[in-house]
């Protein structure tokens, strides 16, 4: 996949393209861009996704915070495994926001893209106000040489396939569905921060995780079974978020893994966890003694699971 900023570098092709802002790059983003990669080969044309760096709600209200699945990066990383050919990179700005669903089609889709065909979501709208739907497109597109199609609607059963949905079942801890939807493990990637230290009086020594993309939607509070990415390899880990109630943390989240088989000093390193299944919710105990011995349940059940 070449991933593409400068549009000069578009001039002289011809492309098939959809457009969206594609979080997750889930079930349902692969299903519409294996619809759209099968038209460009019919076509013998390159495909192209088009989407943005950054959350198009976020650029029009400042005090919106998104939720995302993918840091930008690991959205280019996602969408590589589909096979798309081409990734474009469209900077959502005001501007942007100001231009009719006609002059997007016409200034940005056809003139500075070289889009040929377009292959429209069954449900997306663009443009301001978003007013305009798919037979005004079709109408603008056929005014200068794009050829708009429709996209099969994706029918998974009675499962609903977005990400708001896959975001609600991260945060009911529901990693395993998530995943699913996903077409991957739900991941996060952040960097190792001194803690409490109370874990490795109790024999499990934790490394706390500061994730780098704030935006990252954050599982539930609960114990996790997770592999842990460190150094450069991989290992089981037992991950938990929460507020650690039985030492009284107060209403802080915090979140530390305990890597199953591993002892070493990574402090500031980058960790990369990948949820696998929910274990447990939070619990306050009446001691340390009885955390310990649920931490010994939490860990054999850990090993079993990965």
């Known amino acids: ?33 294996d619809e759209m990669k099968e038209i460009a080969k019919a076509r013998n044309l390159p495909s192209a996704v088009i989407t943005f760096p950054e959350h198009p709600r976020a650029v029009l209200h400042a005090d919106y915070q998104p939720k995302l699945l993918n840091s930008f990066e690991e959205k ?11 990734c474009i990179v469209l900077d959502f700005t005001i501007e942007l926001s100001r231009l009719s669903a006609k002059e997007f ?21 663009f443009g301001h106000d978003r007013t305009d739907g798919f037979e005004q497109y079709v109408v603008y597109g056929t005014e ?6 429709k996209a099969s609607p994706y029918d998974e059963g009675n499962t609903a396939v977005s990400s708001s949905e896959i975001r609600k079942l991260l945060q009911a801890g529901n990693v395993a569905e ?8 739900y991941q996060l990637l952040g960097h190792i921060v001194s803690g409490y230290k109370v874990g490795r009086t109790l024999g499990f020594p934790t490394a706390n995780i500061r994730v780098d993309e704030p935006f990252k939607v954050i599982p539930g509070i609960g114990v996790y079974a997770v592999w842990v990415e460190v150094e450069g390899e991989r290992y089981k880990g037992m991950l938990y978020i929460g507020d650690r109630p039985t030492l009284n943390n107060g209403k802080d989240i915090s979140m530390e893994v305990n ?4 002892s070493g000093d990574i402090y500031n390193d980058s960790i990369r966890v990948s949820f696998v299944q929910y274990v447990r919710g939070d619990i306050k105990f009446d001691s340390l003694e009885e955390l310990k011995a649920q931490l010994e349940k939490d860990r054999c059940t850990v090993n079993n699971l990965l």
């Open 1 to 33: 996949m070449i991933v593409v900023r400068d549009f000069d570098r578009l001039k002289g092709k011809e492309l098939v393209a959809t457009i969206g802002f594609f979080d997750g790059v889930h079930l349902g983003h692969r299903f519409l861009i």
């Open 144 to 149: 200068c040489g794009i050829e708009v199609l």
């Open 178 to 185: 998530a995943a699913y939807l996903l077409t991957y493990p």
């Open 105 to 125: 089609i016409t200034s940005i889709l056809a003139k500075s893209l070289h889009v040929k065909t377009l292959l429209i979501g069954y449900d997306h709208r």
């Open 259 to 262: 890597i199953l088989d591993f």
């Open 76 to 86: 280019l990383q996602q969408l590589e495994t589909t096979g798309v050919d081409y």
